[in-house]
């Protein structure tokens, strides 16, 4: 039987989310959230202690998940133990990547909120490091190295932060694209996956090979 207090606290989770990611924090008293949630206009003092911290806390259960996610992602591919490639494991973790946020309606939502966070910050110092970034990237590095141990620890980074950075923008592109954009050619997101995974692959291959050239010298 469920609990009627964490029936309430996900009611006002998930009323405060979509709440915010339409109108902004500022734009959203707790009284539209607990209207909104159908419970007491108090409900967020006492489950949450304010305004601030329920935002936190939406935020958070999301980046939690999100990590979950990508963090599965690697570890099912790694755990196919020697022979795995980097394409298995690009591509398992850009469909991890990008799933969640784009086929999902509540990932959707979540992404109208951080896209509010990144101009009107007010998530906690550290929050989306400490929960998501840092756990992710430092798996993936690991994995990277693992697959690659002719790759340098700097370079691993490197590829990472070039792998995400065109995920980040694939998503830029899915979500904005309209009437605004119709110069572009069309959009598939499956095609977008397949060039970045093997461009990406691509660029890791080769800076093994100039690292290894470098040394013959």
């Not at 500022?26 to 911290?53: E, M, P």
């Not at 309606?105 to 009107?120: D, V």
């Amino acid at each position: 039987m469920k609990n009627n207090a964490d029936d309430t606290k996900n009611r006002i989770l998930d009323s405060a989310e979509e709440l915010f990611a339409e109108g902004g924090f500022d734009g959203v008293s707790a009284r539209d959230i607990t209207k909104h949630a159908k419970c007491n206009v108090a409900s967020i003092n006492y489950y949450f202690g304010g305004k601030d911290s329920l935002y936190n806390e939406i935020c958070r259960r999301r980046l939690n998940a999100l990590r979950d996610i990508r963090i599965d992602s690697i570890n099912k591919v790694m755990a196919q133990g020697d022979g795995v490639t980097l394409e298995e494991l690009f591509r398992a973790f850009s469909h991890a990547f990008l799933a969640p946020l784009l086929e999902d309606p509540k990932g959707r939502s979540f992404l109208k909120l951080m896209t509010r966070e990144m101009l009107y910050p007010h998530m906690s110092a550290g929050l989306l490091v400490e929960e998501l970034i840092m756990p992710v990237f430092k798996l993936l590095v690991e994995a990277i190295c693992k697959i690659c141990p002719g790759l340098s620890t700097e370079n691993a980074v490197w590829s990472v932060h070039s792998l995400i950075a065109q995920l980040i923008h694939t998503i830029h592109i899915q979500t904005m694209m309209g009437d605004s954009l119709k110069g572009l050619p069309q959009f598939d997101v499956s095609e977008a996956v397949d060039h970045i995974v093997s461009f990406t692959a691509a660029g890791v291959r080769s800076l093994i090979e100039n690292n290894e050239d470098s040394e013959n010298v």
